[in-house]
């Protein structure tokens, strides 16, 4: 109970800095992953994700504890992606269509790590990347953002919908549409 998210939400709110620092390191990755898969700079995502945190510092007298810290944690790094794209008035900060010429390309696998060094399965696995990019980057950004959540960070129906601002049925919906089109895009390709 004590290394709750709610606990230590409250621990902050009165005044423990300890608990907030616990806070950040146990939910940044998360955070930057999420905001990386939008913007695809991996520099401007880790300036997002700060200010993610920054955020939270400041408003953390707003948070009630319901036990739904990391939706309302990832439902302020959504808004903050959404301000950046107004300020910098780029669609790359809520697609994943653009490419970035000053950074390596992401991938949906950017979470796996290969842990053999086989050159064979290091070819398969970069083919294989690289199909499931396209394949994730041919859904809407909705239907993607839906997809991500659930698959890469491992958040319920509730969770996405209470990010997306939309009804559990929605979100229902935009994953198996996305999970269709998937597997749609790779029996054209004529990879199932």
């Not at 050159?119 to 083919?127: H, L, N, Q, S, Y």
């Not at 009804?167 to 996305?178: E, F, L, Q, Y």
Request: proline share 2%.
């Amino acid at each position: 109970m004590h290394n709750t998210d709610d606990y230590l939400m409250q621990q902050f709110q009165n005044g423990d800095r300890d608990a907030f620092t616990h806070l950040v390191h146990r939910h940044k990755r998360d955070i930057f992953r999420f905001i990386l898969s939008k913007v695809k700079d991996r520099e401007l995502a880790s300036d997002l994700t700060q200010d993610v945190f920054v955020k939270l510092f400041k408003s953390a007298e707003l948070y009630q504890p319901t036990g739904k810290f990391r939706s309302w944690l990832f439902r302020m790094a959504q808004n903050i992606c959404i301000d950046a794209y107004r300020k910098q008035q780029k669609a790359s900060i809520l697609s994943l269509y653009c490419k970035n010429e000053t950074d390596e390309e992401l991938t949906l696998l950017d979470q796996i790590e290969d842990e053999s060094a086989n050159p064979g399965k290091e070819t398969e696995f970069i083919e294989l990347q690289d199909v499931l990019e396209r394949a994730f980057d041919s859904l809407p950004e909705k239907q993607r953002t839906a997809l991500a959540l659930c698959q890469y960070h491992g958040m319920s129906y509730s969770e996405i919908a209470s990010i997306q601002k939309v009804p559990v049925g929605t979100v229902k919906s935009r994953i198996h549409n996305a999970l269709v089109k998937v597997r749609n895009f790779l029996q054209e390709n004529s990879l199932m």
